[in-house]
């Protein structure tokens, strides 16, 4: 069936870092793919997304490009702040009839100052 | 604020017992979809609700049911509740049904089972 991985985490990084968290995805078809954000105590956001190949979501300075040759949608952001820590969920939809998503585990940043 | 409510925000309760889990959508989504947030499974989909119809299942067991009202908010109902149940419930609501549309989630029903 389609998944998707992400790289584990946590991952923790000064302020002013280069963000990079991996994702790959398994998947029949064309799927959607999706970054979420869930800060402590709250439900995901959504981030950024892309709907085909090569498209490049971006929001908030946070960027991801869909690699149809490598199943691929890594998440980067050049500069990362303290608000930025949070767990980001990197998530596929693979269409059709439904709309639900298939969710990596989750990967946690932590932006030291 | 996401516009999507879920009540309560906690609940604690014993195994054996059974609970409801309510989530209104944002105003106009039709679609309505619940997850299950645990430490050892993730994220999981359970079920999406499509204007009072159900469109797909997922990871959902037997013990738990779900529906859709004509008004559009939605209750999961879990019974015979075990340990692992203990989870993080999740609503999210969509205008459409195929993922055309991003969703927008609750923040959840942090259910607890003693």
């Known amino acids: 069936g389609n998944s998707v991985t992400q790289m584990e985490g946590p991952v923790t990084l000064s302020e002013e870092a280069f963000l990079t968290i991996n994702c790959t995805y398994t998947a029949t078809g064309y799927p959607s793919l999706f970054w979420y954000v869930q800060y402590p105590g709250e439900g995901l956001q959504l981030l950024l997304k892309a709907t085909k190949a090569d498209d490049k979501g971006s929001n908030k300075g946070f960027e991801a490009t869909y690699r149809k040759e490598t199943t691929s949608f890594h998440l980067e952001k050049g500069s990362v702040q303290v608000s930025d820590s949070a767990v980001y969920f990197c998530a596929l939809s693979e269409g059709g009839n439904t709309g639900k998503l298939i969710f990596g585990q989750g990967t946690t940043l932590q932006v030291k100052p | 604020d996401s516009g999507v409510t879920q009540t309560p925000k906690h609940l604690i309760t014993a195994t054996g017992q059974r609970v409801t889990l309510r989530c209104s959508p944002r105003?106009?989504?039709?679609?309505v979809y619940w997850y299950q947030q645990s430490l050892d499974q993730g994220l999981q989909f359970l079920i999406q609700y499509y204007n009072g119809e159900e469109r797909a299942k997922g990871n959902i067991l037997e013990r738990f049911s779900a529906q859709q009202f004509p008004d559009l908010h939605s209750e999961l109902n879990l019974s015979s509740l075990e340990l692992g149940d203990s989870a993080l419930y999740f609503c999210?609501?969509?205008?459409?049904?195929?993922?055309?549309?991003?969703?927008?989630f609750g923040d959840g029903t942090r259910l607890s089972i003693l």
């Open positions: 105003s106009g989504d039709l679609s």
């Open positions: 999210a609501s969509s205008s459409d049904g195929q993922g055309s549309q991003p969703q927008h």
